[in-house]
């Protein structure tokens, strides 16, 4: 189960991720928002992150206007490596090297279809482990 959410500014791009998801066979939980209406990233971030971190979802989305807001929230949570990508090379590194479990993303940033790819390719990926997983431990360790 992928858990995926957004404030209003990226509502409409976190509803077409999860249309094209589900579109794909794949399993997502929508932890809203429901509609353009004004909120708060850091109370968007914390449904998708507590999810992730719960075990209930193995991966989450979060989506803001930028991206950069619900990505410093996320990272806020001990033991979410949340990753802003806005290519398909860094998707696909988030996992690889730095096994993020969260991928954020910009609405008012990147087109709808290499949103698409991105997300696509962050789910695909599986972390390397061997030299990054010491690099992990590290942060980890910043973490306590
Ligand atoms: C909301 O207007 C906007 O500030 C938010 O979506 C995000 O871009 C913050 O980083």
Do not use: W
């Amino acid at each position: 189960m992928i858990a995926i959410g957004s404030d209003h500014g990226g509502f409409e791009l976190k509803e077409h991720i999860l249309e094209h998801l589900r579109g794909e066979g794949i399993e997502v939980k929508d932890f809203g928002v429901h509609s353009e209406e004004s909120v708060d990233y850091p109370d968007c971030a914390k449904p998708v992150c507590e999810a992730v971190l719960g075990g209930e979802c193995e991966r989450g989305i979060l989506v803001c206007g930028t991206g950069i807001g619900i990505s410093i929230a996320a990272n806020k949570f001990k033991g979410v490596r949340a990753a802003l990508c806005g290519d398909v090379f860094s998707a696909k590194m988030a996992k690889e090297h730095n096994d993020a479990n969260i991928i954020c993303l910009g609405g008012r940033v990147t087109g709808r279809e290499l949103a698409f790819m991105i997300v696509d390719t962050f789910l695909e990926a599986e972390f390397q482990g061997g030299r990054h997983a010491e690099r992990i431990k590290k942060i980890h360790q910043i973490e306590k």
